[in-house]
């Protein structure tokens, strides 16, 4: 019988995404679009700041062992890359 192997990064990023869905999600409003949340994937405590930065400090303050994953509320990836297009004008 094989066993799946997991790294501990695609772990954490299970866990996260786990949690994102069936606990913390559904308690995020319309307001925090944008805004990027903070998960201990061991606890389920979470912090949402403007940006990954912030989040996680805020979260590293009460959880200095924290094993953090981060999502950006509203969109499917934290970041971006690349530029958006933008119509020309004239």
Known sequence: MQQDSYSPAEE???RGEALWQSRIRPQIGDEER???????VDSGTYEIGKNALEASEKLLAYRPDAEIWCVRVGHRALYRIGMRSAAIPG
Request: proline share 0%; no cysteine.
């Open 34 to 40: 944008g805004k990027v949340v903070a998960i201990d």
């Open 12 to 14: 954490i990023a299970s």
